[in-house]
């Protein structure tokens, strides 16, 4: 899963087979057709699953306190995604809904709901640091879009620098944010 996902991040749906990703993750011909007996559609549906799960359990590890730093933690996968691509990196999911699949309602649907689980996870973790709940729904829901919009930017830089611009404006959003008290 992680090879189909970070070729179709990288790649697109359309430029991955399975070929490709049988050589990134040096597994046997005969597991794939075995595993996906779907086809192609069916990896694809799997490696946007596996993603959706790899960042939301990313996300639950967030120990931070404070708004700024749950955006940072949030951030600062993305990073480390451009960082080890050496900004070659790209969201699995952003490259289902803008390859040729986009038509597809399954995978829209699929790829629909990985980011709203991502939204709403950001905004629960705001919102328990303080920040009231339209509010966090606001800021998580700008937070991931400036993060997709920034892994575009830092491909066609090839620079971690727009990631970085992004995150410093987040942070300083997050910090300016009203906080209500914590209620015990």
């Known amino acids: 899963m992680a090879s189909a996902a970070a070729l179709i991040g990288s790649r697109g749906v359309e430029a991955t087979s399975f070929s490709d990703v049988l050589a ?35 996300q639950r590890a967030c120990t931070a306190r404070t708004p700024a730093g749950v955006i940072d933690h949030f951030v600062d996968l993305f990073r480390s995604s451009m960082v080890t691509s050496g900004c070659r990196a790209g969201c699995p999911i952003a490259g289902v809904l803008v390859d040729t699949y986009s038509g597809d309602d399954d995978l829209l ?17 705001l919102a328990a640091t303080g920040v009231a709940r339209p509010i966090a729904r606001s800021l998580a829901v700008t937070s991931l879009a400036s993060a997709e919009g920034a892994l575009i930017l830092c491909r066609a830089e090839q620079s971690v620098r727009p990631l970085n611009v992004v995150a410093t404006q987040l942070r300083q959003m997050a910090s300016a944010v009203r906080r209500e008290p914590t209620r015990r």
Do not use: C, D
């Not at 649907?109 to 973790?125: C, D, E, I, T, Y």
């Open 24 to 58: 990134a993750s040096r597994a046997p011909r005969g597991s794939i057709y075995h595993h996906f007996p779907g086809g192609k559609k069916e990896l694809v549906r799997e490696a946007m699953s596996w993603t959706t799960e790899q960042i939301l359990a990313y």
């Open 109 to 125: 649907g699929n790829g629909r709901s990985s980011f709203r689980a991502w939204a709403a996870l950001l905004s629960s973790q």
